[in-house]
Structure formats: C-alpha cells, structure tokens
C-alpha cells in the first residue's frame, strides 16, 4: 500500500487559510483528513475541543514535548502550538492522505521528517490588505493584532523560499490552484485523488 500524502498549507494570520482549509477539507475526492494541532490558546468563539484544536494546559503541552509526541511545535503570540506526530504516522502508513496546517515557521520541522510532503503558502493579496484584516478580526485585542502583523511580516519573508505559493484574493481561485497542485501530487504518487 503507498504511504498517503502529506499536504501542509501554510501562511500568516488571517491570510484566509481556515477557508482555504474548508474548501479542501469539503472536497470529498481529494481525501483528505486533518491533523488537529495542540494548543495553550485559548478557545475562541465557536471553536470546538477537538474539532479545531485539542485545548490543552502548558504541562499537558511541555509533557508532550518531553515525550516526543509533536511533529513539529511552534510559539505564537503568547500561546503554543503543535502537531501531534501519532496522529499524522498512523493515517499516512494506512494510506490517508494528511493536512497540516502551520504558521511558516513549522514547516522546516516537518519538511526535515517528510521531504515529499507537499507544502503550499498562501500570500495574501497585499500587506495593507492582510493589516486591514487582522485589525477586524483582532478588533478588540489591539496587543495581539499588532503582535499578528509584525509576525505577518516575518513569515511573507519566509515565502521566498516556498516552490508553491498561492496568492489569496479569492478563496475559490486559491481553492482551485491548491486543489490542482494536490491532483497532480497525488498521481504522481500514485495515491488517491
Ligand atoms: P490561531 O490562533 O489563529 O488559530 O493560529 C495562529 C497561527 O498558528 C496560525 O497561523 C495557524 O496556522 C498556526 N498553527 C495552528 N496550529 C499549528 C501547529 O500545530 N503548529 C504550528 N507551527 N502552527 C500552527
């Protein structure tokens, strides 16, 4: 059986990949399940215990660390955030096709575990736009949007160095590059699609 594939969509804050993300996901050919991360954060509006995330303290995060359980971890505006390795070895060594998806900064993590994972970063339209959108969506935490931003422009630095990017001003365009970047993938492996 070929191993599945690895898919890690990356890009700052607020650059509109949870949609990106959604559309993929919704994509019942595509096959593809994703990895819930940890993280110290806490919960925001609608979001579900393990559905968006798995909520949990920093001991439960350090003992996951110490034992060895993360793929990859990074620190993100006060909080941490990690991809459990179990979850990601056990679907794709049954087949599964596997998303992640990470603040830049992991990808190296995991590129050095899984050089053929595919790695996409999405770009916003432009820097006053990806702004704009951090300040509404952080309206009431003006800290932590300007915490985002600063952030933002460290990881657009980052997307040099990516061989796919994808600009977002348009999330069903992105949808379908990304989705086309997967087909093409996915048959050249030989795995479903
Ligand atoms: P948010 O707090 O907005 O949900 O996520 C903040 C950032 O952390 C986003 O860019 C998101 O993609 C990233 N992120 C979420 N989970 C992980 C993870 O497991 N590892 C890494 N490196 N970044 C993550």
Do not use: W
Not at 73 to 78: K, N, Q, R, S, V
Not at 102 to 114: N, T, W
Not at 129 to 153: C, G, H, N, P
């Amino acid at each position: 059986m070929n191993k599945g594939l690895l898919f890690v969509l990356t890009g700052a804050s607020s650059v509109g990949k949870k949609d990106i993300r959604d559309r993929l996901l919704g994509d019942e050919q595509l096959h593809l399940n994703y990895s819930i991360s940890m993280t110290t954060r806490p919960k925001r509006g609608e979001e579900v215990d393990g559905r968006d995330y798995y909520f949990v303290n920093h001991e439960a995060f350090a003992q996951a660390l110490r034992n060895r359980e993360l793929l990859e971890y990074t620190e993100f505006d006060g909080y941490y955030y990690g991809t459990p390795k179990h979850q990601v070895d056990f679907l794709l060594n049954s087949g599964k096709n596997v998303m992640v998806e990470v603040e830049a900064q992991g990808v190296g993590q995991i590129k050095l575990q899984y050089p053929d994972a595919l790695c996409v970063f999405v770009e916003p339209e432009s820097m006053e736009e990806l702004e704009k959108q951090i300040m509404l969506r952080y309206r009431d935490d003006a800290a932590s949007a300007q915490r985002r931003i600063s952030k933002a422009l460290v990881e657009l630095e980052l997307s040099s160095l990516f061989r796919h990017t994808v600009k977002n001003t348009d999330v069903d365009a992105a949808y379908e590059e990304i989705r086309r970047l997967l087909d093409e993938h996915m048959r050249e492996r030989g795995n479903k699609a």
